[in-house]
Antibody, heavy 119, light 109 residues
Framework: QLQLQESGPGLVKPSETVSLTCSVSGGSISGSTYYWGWIRQPPGKGLEWIGSIYNRGNTYYNPSLKSRVTISVDTSKNQFSLRLSSVTAADTAVYSC???????????WGQGTLVTVSS | QTVVTQEPSFSVSPGGTVTLTCGLTSGSVSTGHSPNWFHQTPGQTPRTLIYSTNTRSSGVPDRFSGSILGNKAALTITGAQADDESNYYCVLYTGSGIVFGGGTRLTVL
């Protein structure tokens, strides 16, 4: 059974870069026909797609975040990562990783990790 | 910027039928957007109900159905039950990427 687990710092200072990793078990990222994505949800608010990576290198980003986001894959560790730069309090959210298709399949989600931006 | 619209809240009586919709501020929703529907209870991860407009995810009861109604995607729940009370999110796949709607808070009372 596919499992995804996010890891990273729970607290980040404003203007810094937050780096999160999603470890995948029960399935291989390498050669997968799925997308591997990041989604966030500010406390008490809705879901926002951050971006996804496909086929080891093709990346797709939310236009509103594109200038600050980098998603990459480490197939040797079966992990993919998110870097979000120049964070502000508005970036405080639960960040979740997921495996998904492009509309034509289920999403499999990690449990999510809360990232708080505060000095 | 692509904005996906949903009703902020909706109420249905137990046993009743409710249709939630998912639109675009600019343009019409079509099957080409592959509408997905998720539901999420507080503190839980989202769960896929519908993908590709009208395909139910494994284990989802057939009282949940997806469709295109006019220029919007729609999620219809028939025979609403108390545990259907949840937040429902629509997702569209666009040229700008994946766009989530703001969600509909469904109350069953």
């Amino acid at each position: 059974q596919l499992q995804l687990q996010e890891s990273g710092p729970g607290l980040v200072k404003p203007s810094e870069t937050v780096s999160l990793t999603c470890s995948v078990s029960g399935g291989s990222i390498s050669g997968s026909t799925y997308y591997w994505g990041w989604i966030r949800q500010p406390p008490g608010k809705g879901l926002e797609w951050i971006g996804s990576i496909y086929n080891r290198g093709n990346t797709y980003y939310n236009p509103s975040l594109k200038s600050r986001v980098t998603i990459s894959v480490d197939t040797s560790k079966n992990q993919f990562s998110l870097r979000l730069s120049s964070v502000t309090a508005a970036d405080t959210a639960v960040y979740s990783c997921a495996r998904h298709g492009w509309g034509s399949s289920d999403w499999d989600w990690g449990q999510g990790t809360l990232v708080t931006v505060s000095s | 910027q692509t904005v996906v619209t949903q009703e902020p809240s909706f109420s249905v009586s137990p046993g009743g039928t409710v249709t939630l919709t998912c639109g675009l501020t600019s343009g019409s929703v079509s099957t080409g957007h592959s509408p997905n529907w998720f539901h999420q209870t507080p503190g839980q991860t989202p769960r896929t109900l519908i993908y590709s407009t009208n395909t139910r995810s494994s284990g989802v009861p057939d009282r949940f159905s997806g469709s295109i109604l006019g220029n919007k995607a729609a999620l219809t729940i028939t025979g609403a039950q108390a545990d259907d009370e949840s937040n429902y999110y629509c997702v569209l796949y666009t040229g700008s990427g994946i766009v989530f709607g703001g969600g509909t808070r469904l109350t069953v009372l």
